[in-house]
C-alpha cells in the first residue's frame, strides 16, 4: 500500500543553517505530494505541496521537488530562522479518494 | 470564527467513562475526517465522512464512534477507552467529496488522556 518514509529527528540547526529533511514514498499510482507543519499547540497546516513528477512546490523560503524516479520529496530551505522551529510532515495523497498518507514527523530545532 | 475548531483542548477521563469529541467546520468543505497522533507513529486515519456519509473505516476499535450530523460538524464519541488511546486527536476537512486530491485544513486538535 501506499506510505511515506521521512528522517526521524529531532533535527537541530543554528539559526542561517541549511535545512534538509528527508521523504520518500511509495505510491501504486500518481500521488500528489505535500509538506505539512505543525507549531506547539497548532494543528497541522499545509507548507507546500506538488501534484506532479518534476513540480517544484515552496512557500515561506522552503522548496521541496517531486521526483519521480527516486520517489522522493525532500524538503530544503537556505537559511532557517528561530521561527520555523515546528514539527514537519511529509505527506501523499493517491487519486481515488483524499486518503492522505502521513511520515511519522521531523521535529526540528533551531537555535539562535 | 473560521477554520476548523475542536473542543475540548484538553480532556482526561478514566476507562469507564463516556465523553465525546466535536469537530466544527466553517469553510464549507464536503468531508471530514479523524486523525490520531501518537508520538514518533505516523498520523493514523481514523475516520473519513463525505457528505454526511462514512467512507472510510481504518479498522477503529469499537470503543471509537464517529458521527457526522451535518456536513460542517464532526464527533467523535469515545468508551470505555484504554490508556493506549491517549493521543492527540486531529480533525480535518477538505473541500473535495472524492476523485479530486486537495488539501486538508486541521483543527488544533483534542489531547485525551486516558486514566
Known amino acids: 500500500g501506499d506510505s511515506v518514509t521521512q528522517m526521524e529527528g529531532p533535527v537541530t540547526l543554528s539559526e542561517e543553517a541549511f535545512l534538509t529533511i528527508n521523504c520518500t514514498y511509495t505510491?501504486?499510482?500518481?500521488?500528489?505530494l505535500f509538506w505539512y507543519v505543525q507549531y506547539p499547540g497548532e494543528g497541522l497546516q499545509l507548507l507546500l505541496k506538488?501534484?506532479?513528477?518534476?513540480d517544484k512546490g515552496s512557500n515561506k523560503g522552503f522548496e521541496a521537488t517531486y521526483r519521480k524516479e527516486t520517489t522522493s520529496f525532500h524538503l530544503e530551505k537556505g537559511s532557517v530562522q528561530v521561527s520555523d522551529s515546528a514539527v514537519y510532515f511529509c505527506?501523499?495523497?493517491?487519486?481515488?479518494?483524499?486518503?492522505?498518507?502521513f511520515g511519522s514527523g521531523t521535529k526540528l530545532n533551531v537555535k539562535p | 470564527e473560521t477554520g476548523v475548531t475542536q473542543t475540548p483542548r484538553h480532556l482526561v477521563m478514566g476507562m469507564t467513562n463516556k465523553k465525546s469529541l466535536k469537530c466544527e467546520q466553517h469553510?464549507?468543505?464536503?468531508?471530514m475526517y479523524w486523525y490520531k497522533q501518537s508520538a514518533k507513529k505516523p498520523l493514523e486515519l481514523m475516520f473519513v465522512?463525505?457528505?454526511?456519509?462514512?467512507?472510510e473505516n481504518n479498522s477503529v476499535p469499537s470503543r471509537f464512534s464517529p458521527e457526522c450530523p451535518n456536513s460542517s460538524h464532526l464527533f467523535l464519541h469515545l468508551h470505555t477507552l484504554q490508556p493506549e488511546d491517549s493521543a492527540l486527536y486531529l480533525c480535518?476537512?477538505?473541500?473535495?467529496?472524492?476523485?479530486?486530491?486537495?488539501?486538508?485544513?486541521f483543527g488544533e486538535g483534542s489531547r485525551l488522556t486516558v486514566l
Open positions: 505527506a501523499l495523497s493517491d487519486r481515488g479518494f483524499n486518503k492522505f498518507y
Open positions: 506538488a501534484t506532479k513528477a518534476d
Open positions: 480535518a476537512s477538505s473541500r473535495d467529496s472524492g476523485g479530486v486530491t486537495g488539501e486538508l485544513f
Open positions: 505510491a501504486t499510482g500518481y500521488p500528489s
Open positions: 465522512y463525505s457528505l454526511e456519509e462514512r467512507v
Open positions: 469553510l464549507g468543505h464536503n468531508a
